[in-house]
């Protein structure tokens, strides 16, 4: 137990209430030594990282919200999306695109995003997690923080899983299965694995340490997937009969179902970013609640302008445009900034939808880079406007809205270059090797069917 004097009197008063020769010269010494051994000084020398309970806590519920919004939140988002005949082949892409890059995040994922090597990539150092251990402490970058090195490993292996799953969507109802793994594997090893080490190993990566600001992954994450989605569109080509047969959503109940499951995960996607459990991931947390219920109302008030009603999948598809771009934000804006970017997101997404789409002529089935591209490059470039002291962000006094901008900017260009290059050769590699789509007939009957000799309703 430490020594509590009595109230009245203080070590310092003990000391100095009598002469020094009062006392042995031995007990002086000893009241000297307690004196430095109880100082903060003495404590900060032989301070060790301690690991809060209450964070590691909070960061294994924010893994469990992250797998929640995957599986099954965004398989039951894009199972509603897709005709009837493809909605069990949509469910198994997601979740099993998901458990391949959770594999081979511990195998060698981990270690290249996030130990050593250069600006661009890790090292191999900790392949198969060789040192992680329970005693282990997680090289966050983050003051204070202690993590068991264990809590961040897994914790960043659902945002890599559910990366790869976000692709999927692109190129829904066509693709071959072995086709989406393969490529899905490549391009986690060549494109996820590099951007997340620029934008987040700590002040050695490319783009962390030129001030990119990037909470939760709006470039690491939803450009980046976005991107790859796109060119998946491109490569695969269109579904038979676009444009002459209905693809109506067969299931909007689904739809409506799984972006409200992706709505509650997302706060550990966000407020588990912060990666400790106190004001910061407060701060993600109410962001990402009004940024999203923000960006719903917008989405909707467009649909009763534009086409006279609102309607469910438009409430859907608004509720994750704006939880898309308040993720790179969340942590550094203000309430009032995630109001705007919200709103914002919806306005952009709608067109991203329609009239970008009707621009790039590619299917991309299920929007993916009209909503998480396009709501992903928006929400990266506000996040260098509202995060301005000035307008209730946690920036710095001498904060400049226009030089974060263009680094935001330099990010948004890298990752959409880089995703790109990648996305490319990687479908031309798995295009070689194994052909990227199904057969015509198989196509019409269903990959449900087909693929996996399953239907999803039987009469």
């Keep these: 137990m430490p020594f509590n004097p009595p109230a009245r009197f203080s ?20 009241m000297l030594l307690c004196l430095l051994a109880l100082s903060p000084a003495s404590h900060a020398a032989d301070a060790t990282p301690v690991v809060d309970k209450g964070d590691v806590a ?27 005949k493809n909605v069990l082949s949509v469910l198994m892409q997601v979740m099993t695109v998901f458990s391949v890059i959770v594999v081979l995040w511990v195998i060698y994922g981990y270690t290249l995003a996030f130990n050593g090597g ?18 282990s402490l997680a090289a966050t970058f983050t003051a204070g923080v ?23 969507g692109a190129f829904a109802e066509r693709m071959r299965f072995r086709a989406v793994l393969v490529f899905c594997a490549l391009w986690f090893t060549f494109a996820y694995l590099p951007i997340a080490h620029m934008v987040w190993y700590g002040p050695d990566g490319f783009l962390f340490a030129r001030g990119a600001l990037d909470f939760a992954g709006g470039t690491v994450v939803h450009i980046n997937a976005g991107v790859a989605g796109l060119v998946g569109a491109y490569m695969v080509g269109p579904r038979l009969g676009i444009g002459h047969q209905s693809m109506k959503p ?47 109302l917008a989405w909707l008030l467009i649909e009763a302008v534009l086409k006279g009603r609102p309607s469910m999948v438009g409430g859907a598809s608004g509720a994750v445009a704006g939880l898309v771009a308040i993720t ?48 992903g490059i928006l929400g990266a470039l506000l996040t260098g406007v509202f995060t301005a002291p000035s307008l209730g962000g946690t920036g710095g006094a001498d904060f400049s809205i226009g030089h974060q901008v263009g680094v935001q900017a330099l990010s948004v260009g890298i990752t959409l270059l880089w995703s790109g290059v990648v996305s490319v050769i990687a479908f031309f590699l798995v295009k070689a090797i194994f052909g990227l789509r199904v057969s015509a007939d ?12 399953e239907s999803a309703y039987e009469s």
């Design 328 to 375: 790179p934000a969340c942590g550094t804006v203000g309430p009032m900034g995630a109001l705007v970017i919200g709103a914002l997101a919806s306005v952009a997404c709608v067109w991203g939808v329609t009239g970008l789409k009707k621009i790039l002529r590619a299917d991309d089935a299920l929007d993916v880079f009209g909503v998480h591209g396009v709501g």
């Design 250 to 296: 067969h299931n909007v109940t689904f739809t409506m179902v799984g972006a409200a499951i992706l709505w509650v995960g997302w706060f550990g996607f966000n407020a588990g970013s912060n990666l400790e459990s106190n004001a910061g991931a407060a701060l993600a947390f109410i962001n990402t609640m009004l940024a999203t219920a923000a960006a719903v």
């Design 11 to 30: 070590m310092k008063e003990i000391v100095l209430s009598r002469p020094a020769r009062a006392l042995p010269a031995w007990v002086l010494a000893l």
């Design 442 to 453: 198989a196509e019409r009957e269903g990959l449900d069917i087909t693929s996996h000799g």
């Design 118 to 135: 250069n600006a661009f990539i890790g090292n191999l150092d900790k392949l198969f997690l060789k040192g992680v251990n329970k005693d």
């Design 58 to 84: 909070w960061m294994l519920t924010s893994t469990l919200l992250v797998l929640l919004m995957t599986v099954p939140g965004l398989a039951l988002f894009y199972g509603g999306l897709v005709r009837s």
């Design 146 to 168: 202690a993590l068991p090195e264990y809590v961040f490993v897994v914790f960043q292996s659902t945002f890599a899983g559910i990366t790869g799953a976000l692709i999927v």
